[in-house]
């Protein structure tokens, strides 16, 4: 049944909600696990270099120039911390979902028959085993994509200080719309092209659910149940606005 539709946020939440629903449950368990593995390692590794990092910079401060060097510490710790938050929370959202793809696929599959009662597969496990190829493929176009523009952006986040954190965050929630929507399209064998032109003509509402996505990836513990939400927000979205334009 189609729902009204809400704001890019609000499909986000919603997928709090449908994660929790009877018959959903055991499909949200598998990328649940990979993504509370993946973020708890990433997390310990990622702060233990932030002292290290700090003081490798701190070694070009000369000696006379010591209380430069203690103001900057208070100034480096945070802004490091932020950019490891901001750039975790699409890297390795990345790494997750090419371990999590097919789990992820099948779970916005069964989410998107709940919401419209439309049956897509009924192979269970041999028909995720067959999608394995595809759906670890589209992410590796979904990579290809970002890592050139990832590129460009960096440069900007460190020439521009303040406007090219802004473009980042901007950019980086852009792929976490073209990550968790992309998953109803390619059940629908949707050309990554033309799941690209569909999300740009919503381009206000997909930037809303992706930084929704990536503001909550930044929240520990929270950002464990980022991924399960996120496919099931975007299948909701997909369902109620997108299907019938595409298909």
Request: proline share 5%.
């Amino acid at each position: 049944m189609q729902t009204q539709p809400k704001s890019g946020p609000a499909y986000f939440m919603q997928g709090f909600d449908l994660i929790f629903t009877k018959g959903l449950k055991r499909f949200v368990f598998i990328p649940l696990m990979v993504n509370l593995l993946l973020f708890s390692v990433a997390f310990y590794y990622l702060f233990q270099q932030i002292d290290p990092a700090i003081n490798w910079v701190l070694g070009f401060i000369p000696g006379f120039l010591s209380w430069l060097r203690d103001a900057l510490i208070y100034i480096l710790w945070p802004l490091a911390v932020l950019m490891i938050l901001v750039t975790f929370s699409y890297l390795f959202t990345t790494i997750a979902n090419f371990i999590a793809a097919p789990f992820n696929g099948m779970l916005a599959e069964k989410v998107e028959k709940k919401l419209s009662g439309r049956t897509l597969n009924d192979e269970g496990l041999v028909g995720l085993m067959k999608d394995v190829p595809r759906t670890v493929g589209r992410e590796w176009t979904k990579l290809v994509y970002y890592i050139p523009r990832a590129i460009g952006f960096l440069i900007l986040w460190f020439l521009l200080p303040v406007v090219g954190q802004i473009i980042w965050f901007i950019f980086t929630a852009w792929m976490m719309a073209i990550q968790y929507l992309d998953y109803p399209f390619d059940n629908h064998k949707v050309t990554f092209r033309e799941m690209r032109n569909q999300l740009s003509r919503r381009k206000g509402k997909s930037i809303g659910f992706g930084a929704t996505v990536a503001l909550f990836s930044m929240i520990p513990i929270v950002n464990f149940l980022v991924m399960p939400v996120a496919v099931c927000g975007a299948t909701a979205m997909w369902v109620d606005e997108i299907r019938k334009d595409t298909l």
